[in-house]
């Protein structure tokens, strides 16, 4: 019997909601690179007496989401107290959801392994409170050794949305795509700045493997799952879960056996250790929060925020497809984030073909943008401005290499009128008249060749066409091909 | 309703309570009141003597939906008076004893 091992593999992403204040209390959520424990209050530092008041745009965040992501919208949600101890946590408990969470019942949808669109379920999407963060190497510069940790809370009470996914992901690149469907998502609805790198957009995984007959399919034996922690990039996801189920596959080819246990991802090694185990730490002894009766999702709030969805980019990228002949590559590309659909759809809006300008936006504006570190919103070049650019050369009025000098000294704040002679290009393209001088100037510079053409010993038109070359060269890409050979043909019948 | 010296210990352990061992006997009496208290009910209801349908589980005492809060910061004044009171610091930081739970 041969066996096949099969990885099943369902995600748990937080994401940061992006609200100017706490999820409990009114502290500010700017944390990063704060003074530590500047945005603390009685509420979030789990001071006696104090009592938590929910933000209303938190649930307003958590619930466009939830929309976004076709999910059940609970009328009535029930905040839950989830018991631990850690000095991260002032309170001894975590404010999350349990059974009765705000959204439910999802789905979104990935391009999957075999290129056709796979469904992936969510779960579940509910709100719940951060942690505050604790660093580990001492604050006076000793790494090795420290006795102590230290505490900041400026972190404890951010807002966080949890989206849970079902475990229908069967592959690391699969995984990798819903990461990143999601965060566009978020991102999107202006719900999180999905950064993962600064943290506002964790991703943990719970990946198994099942050994299967490979001829009848059937499930011979389900390996226990591990969770992963600490990815922090799109790239760490995909090599964390590669790493991964290598592992546990060797594991079960070898007959052995997997505990369930939480697994840390180290980047730099590429491997994942076990964290130490926490057997009891598991019992978290849930109950609903006594201090935070449930919270009621109006009707009203459901309809509006529905209203005010943005088209999404699932949509968005089947529109580009459909209304501007974009092929799928490119207009996924354009519909990729908010401001590059806008940047795109404001080119074509300003005349520019939409294929010209999405080759483009995707070569040379993103070249600039990468080398100068920019963002498009701050982008020199206005979409209106590349779109007369991308005009002139569609109008054969400059060449694309020529574009591309113009197009650099724009990048550099240069306007249009000043970029064109920078680069050797005239601001209103060639008159008639300056080609005909140029045809003169090219035709008696070579005049061994006109004697050839005008012999007759050109057949092939070879020879026209080089000097139509030279035309051009001379033009800098400004005039149109087709009517210099036409100038040319005529000149060099007229000695005849 | 059975209730173990071992449960006692474990819920105990979870709350970080220190029980000493002339308490636990006593404890797991209380807790088998109060458990048997709720099992006494759930066998009523299993028995037909206690109808609850369309009673949904009491879990707040407050009826009305809460009041939320507008999106809008404020500092506390708090923290320095916190600070000071902790029991040890460093700038301001709060210093606890060296935690990892990776490794």
Known sequence: MTFRYIPVIGLEIHVQLSTATKIFCPCSTDYIGAEPNTNVCPVCLGLPGSLPVLNKRAVELGVRAGLALSCTIRNHTVFHRKNYFYPDLPKAYQISQYDLPLAEGGEIYIPGDDGRPRRIRITRLHLEEDAGKLVHSAADGRLEGAAFSFVDYNRGGVPLAEIVSEPDITSPREAREYVARIRQTVRYLGVSDGDMERGSLRVDANVSVKKTDETSGEVLYWGERTEIKNMNSLRAVERALEYEIIRQTGVLAEGGSLERETRHWNDGEGITTSMRSKEAANDYRYFPDPDIPPIVVTEELLESTRNALPELPWAKERRFAGEYGLPEADAAFMAESLPVALYFEECVKNGAAPLRAANWIRTEVFRVMNEKGLSMDSFPVKPSVLAELVALVEGGKLSTTVAREVFAHLAEGRSLKDALPAAGASPGGLSAEDVEKMVDRVLLANGDVVEEIRSGRDPKGKKIKFLTGLVMKEARGQADAAAVSGILERRLGEGR | ?103
């Open chain 2, 1 to 103: 309703m059975t209730i173990s010296e071992k449960d006692v210990r474990h819920v105990a352990d979870l709350a970080r309570l220190r029980v000493e061992e002339k308490e636990i006997e006593p404890l797991v009496r209380h807790f088998e009141a109060i458990l048997g208290h709720f099992a006494t009910l759930s066998r009523a209801r299993e028995e037909g003597r206690l109808n609850l349908d369309g009673v949904d589980p009491f879990l707040f005492s407050e009826r009305e939906a809460p009041p939320l809060r507008e999106d809008e910061p404020v500092r506390s004044a708090v923290r320095d008076d916190v600070l000071a009171a902790a029991p040890e610091r460093k700038d301001s930081f709060f210093v606890v004893p060296r935690i990892l739970e990776e490794e």
